[in-house]
Each structure stands twice: as structure tokens, then as C-alpha cells.
């Protein structure tokens, strides 16, 4: 079993729609990472978090230390949303990262 | 604007061959990562160094090692290419417990 499990691996969604992504992780975190990958493109880090939420513009990500879980939430989707959404998480005190195998996110309009 | 920069985008090799993968950030950061992204796989660690001349292990670093001789600086070496090293490679910084700040990636195609 993972240590970061995400789901759903694939999600399709019509233009304007409310789209949640899950992340739960096995391991004990210092910090959950969310990232996005463009088809052919770099990765771009969207939210690090260790507890409650954060907001950037259309992007909400979310973070349940006892629970073990996060959400991203993505409002009023748009085509240009269409990536590979990652989440990843430090364990401990380490800098290097534990990736979830991500979500493949498509908006059609 | 932050950067961290591969040297290839896309990079076609011979098996046996000795293959360098070059990576350099300008923002001072101590942590650089390489990884590699398969297909169904995900990212996984191959090395990273926390500081110039050291650098540890990930999880998959069989066949590869590492150069750190100045901060910004952070090579990859295939020291004998394989079919199966064929991959996206990625290579990524970060300050701290920070966020990541990722290369574009190179696509290494070993034949």
C-alpha cells in the first residue's frame, strides 16, 4: 500500500463545475504538498500546508492532521485547469518528499 | 523570476553510454532533488543533497549517482545507460521544509 493514496485517478468535468481531489496519507506529516504538471510541461508547487486551508484565486486546499486526509478544491472549473494534480507530503523532518501517483484532471467546455 | 534549469528537453542516447543530466537554481537554495516520473509510477526520489558535496540516497538510485561542487549546481550521471533508465527526469529545489521548485524536465530516450 502507498503511503499517499489520491483519488479518483481520472476526472472529467464540464466547464463551471465544483471539482474536489482527495489525498490521504499513511505517515506521520510535517507538511502536504500540492502540485501541478501540465501535459509536456514542469511541475508547479500550488499549496505546502500543515494544518487548516489555503486560497489562491480559484484553488482551495484543504488539511485534516487527525484524519489524515486533504482536499483540493478547484471552483468554477476552466479548460486551462486540465492537468495532473500531485500531492505529496514530508515525513518528519525530511526535506525530501513522499508523491501520491497523482490525478488526471480534464475539463471540457 | 525563481529558475531551476535543466540543461535538455529532450535527449536521445546510446545503451552503455555515460550520460549527464545538468540542473542549476538561482535561488540559493541547500535542498536539490533529482527524480524520475514514469508512467502509473509517479515521481521517485533518485538522490538529493542538502548542501554542496553531500548527498544521500532516495529510493530508486541503482545506476545512478550524484555531483554537488557548487550550491547551484546539482548533476545527475548514468555512468552506463540501460533501456530501462529511459524516462522524464526531474529535477527540483527547495529551501528548508519549503516548496518545491521544479526544472521543466528532461525526457532521456536510451536506445
Known amino acids: 500500500k502507498n503511503e499517499v493514496e489520491q483519488s479518483p485517478q481520472n476526472l472529467t468535468a464540464q466547464e463551471g463545475e465544483f471539482i474536489t481531489i482527495n489525498c490521504s496519507y499513511s505517515?506521520?506529516?510535517?507538511?502536504l504538498h500540492w502540485l501541478q504538471q501540465h501535459p509536456g510541461g514542469g511541475i508547479v508547487s500550488l499549496f505546502m500546508?500543515?494544518?487548516g486551508k489555503k486560497k489562491h484565486g480559484r484553488l482551495i486546499a484543504t488539511i485534516n492532521i487527525q484524519e489524515k486526509h486533504s482536499s483540493l478544491h478547484i471552483t468554477a472549473s476552466h479548460p486551462r485547469d486540465s492537468a495532473v494534480y500531485i500531492c505529496?507530503?514530508?515525513?518528519?523532518?525530511?526535506?525530501?518528499?513522499?508523491f501520491g501517483t497523482g490525478t488526471r484532471l480534464q475539463v471540457t467546455l | 523570476d525563481v529558475k531551476v534549469t535543466q540543461s535538455s528537453r529532450y535527449l536521445v542516447k546510446r545503451t552503455g553510454e555515460k550520460v549527464f543530466l545538468e540542473c542549476v537554481q538561482d535561488?540559493?537554495?541547500?535542498?536539490m532533488f533529482w527524480y524520475r516520473q514514469d508512467p502509473g509510477l509517479g515521481l521517485r526520489l533518485i538522490y538529493f543533497?542538502?548542501?554542496?558535496?553531500?548527498?544521500e540516497k532516495g529510493d530508486i538510485p541503482e545506476g545512478y549517482s550524484v555531483s554537488r561542487e557548487k550550491k547551484e549546481r546539482f548533476s545527475l550521471i548514468l555512468e552506463s545507460a540501460s533501456t530501462n533508465q529511459t524516462s522524464m527526469y526531474l529535477c527540483?529545489?527547495?529551501f528548508g521544509l519549503g516548496k518545491l521548485f521544479f526544472g521543466s524536465g528532461t525526457q532521456l530516450s536510451v536506445l
Open positions: 527540483a529545489s527547495s
Open positions: 505517515v506521520g506529516i510535517s507538511a
Open positions: 500546508l500543515s494544518s
Open positions: 505529496a507530503v514530508n515525513t518528519g523532518t525530511a526535506s525530501k518528499l513522499t
Open positions: 535561488m540559493d537554495h541547500e535542498n
Open positions: 543533497s542538502y548542501d554542496v558535496k553531500m548527498k
